[in-house]
Nanobody, 123 residues
C-alpha cells in the first residue's frame, strides 16, 4: 500500500519561497497521480496541483498558476512555492489517486493521504 510523507513546511516571510516534498513508499509512483492540497483554518480543503506518474500531465489551479509548481523525481513529488502570501498559510497535504484530470481535482478522488505539513507566511 502506498504511504506518503510530506516535509518542508515552516515559517516564511511574505514574498519568500518554500519547497515541499512528498515522499512515497510501498509502490512506484509510475502508477499513481499525486496531488497537492491545502486547508486553511475554517476553510475547505483546496486542490492545487496534480501530476500523473505515467506521463507527467496533470492539473494546475488558476489561483496559484504563476507561483506554485509541481515536479516529480522518482518517488518524490515536490511543490515549489514562490512569492508566498499570508493567505497561503495552511496545512499542505499530498495525496494519491490512480489518475488526475486537467480540469480540476477534488479530495474524494484521492484515497491515500500524507499527514500534512504546516506552512505559515508571516512577517
Amino acid at each position: 500500500q502506498l504511504q506518503l510523507v510530506e516535509s518542508g513546511g515552516g515559517l516564511v516571510q511574505p514574498g519568500g519561497s518554500l519547497r515541499l516534498s512528498c515522499d512515497a513508499s510501498g509502490d512506484t509512483l509510475d502508477y499513481y497521480a499525486i496531488g497537492w492540497f491545502r486547508q486553511a483554518p475554517g476553510k475547505e480543503r483546496e486542490g492545487l496541483l496534480c501530476i500523473n506518474g505515467a506521463d507527467g500531465s496533470g492539473y494546475h489551479a488558476h489561483s496559484v498558476q504563476d507561483r506554485f509548481f509541481i515536479s516529480r523525481e522518482k518517488n518524490t513529488v515536490s511543490l515549489q512555492m514562490n512569492s508566498l502570501k499570508p493567505e497561503d498559510t495552511a496545512v499542505y497535504y499530498c495525496a494519491a489517486s490512480p489518475v488526475c484530470g486537467s480540469e480540476s481535482i477534488t479530495e474524494d478522488e484521492f484515497d491515500s493521504w500524507g499527514q500534512g505539513t504546516q506552512v505559515t507566511v508571516s512577517s
